[in-house]
Every structure is written in structure tokens, then in C-alpha cells.
């Protein structure tokens, strides 16, 4: 039960509910990150800190980017749990506003890989 009550305070803070959102549709570095979802460099690494933690979500560093992903090791009923989640937010502004600005910021990407910094599409 711990883990369903730490689930749902994780998930209770909007910014790190949109950045699971996000991170449900693949992975991508904090700079695609901060400009999807408008939100500062800091507090989009405070959040995506507080879900590594938790184990959702994991990072790997390829030269000075770092990636974010959902975590493979997330347990099947977490994972259904997101994904009601994500259908259910589906249809909120602020979710399809995220998904428009982080298509627009994928389209930048050079051999899938992001090469740009954050603030680099328009707000």
C-alpha cells in the first residue's frame, strides 16, 4: 500500500504529472524538457530529481545532454496506473499544449539527438 500512497504524492504536483506525461511518449533531454512544458531549468531538474528518486524515472548522459525516461523497471501496476493517467489528461489544454510545443521541439532535434539549448522555440 506504501508504494500506491507514494505513488499518488509524487503525482499530486502538477509539473511532475505533466513531465510523466511527457515521458510516457519517449525520452528527452531537460532542454526539450523546460520547453515543453515552459517551465524554468531549475524547477524541471527539481521535479525530474524528485522522479529519479522515486525510481519512475531514469536519466542517462550523453555528452553534455542528459536524458530522461520513463524507467523500464517500473512495476506493471504503476505503469497501468500512468497510462489511465495519461489517457485521462489526455484531453486537458495544458497536456495538449505540451505535446504541440515538444513535437515542435523534437522537429530541431539533429539525428535524434538534441543539439540546442532551452528557450529555443517560441513561447
Excluded at 13 to 35: K, N, P, S
Excluded at 77 to 93: M, R
Aim: charged residues 35%; hydrophobic residues 40%; proline residues 2%.
Amino acid at each position: 500500500m506504501r508504494k500506491f500512497i507514494d505513488l499518488f504524492k509524487i503525482l499530486s504536483d502538477e509539473t511532475r504529472l505533466r513531465l510523466i506525461v511527457a515521458l510516457m511518449q519517449g525520452e528527452f533531454c531537460v532542454c526539450e524538457l523546460v520547453d515543453a512544458l515552459k517551465v524554468s531549468q531549475y524547477n524541471i531538474s527539481r521535479h525530474l530529481g524528485v522522479l529519479r528518486k522515486s525510481g519512475l524515472v531514469e536519466d542517462r548522459k550523453d555528452g553534455v545532454w542528459v536524458y530522461y525516461r520513463l524507467s523500464p523497471k517500473v512495476s506493471p501496476i504503476i505503469y497501468d496506473i500512468l497510462k489511465i493517467l495519461k489517457k485521462h489528461t489526455a484531453n486537458e489544454n495544458i497536456i495538449e499544449e505540451d505535446k504541440a510545443r515538444l513535437e515542435k521541439r523534437l522537429k530541431m532535434r539533429v539525428e535524434g539527438k538534441c543539439i540546442k539549448g532551452y528557450g529555443e522555440i517560441a513561447k
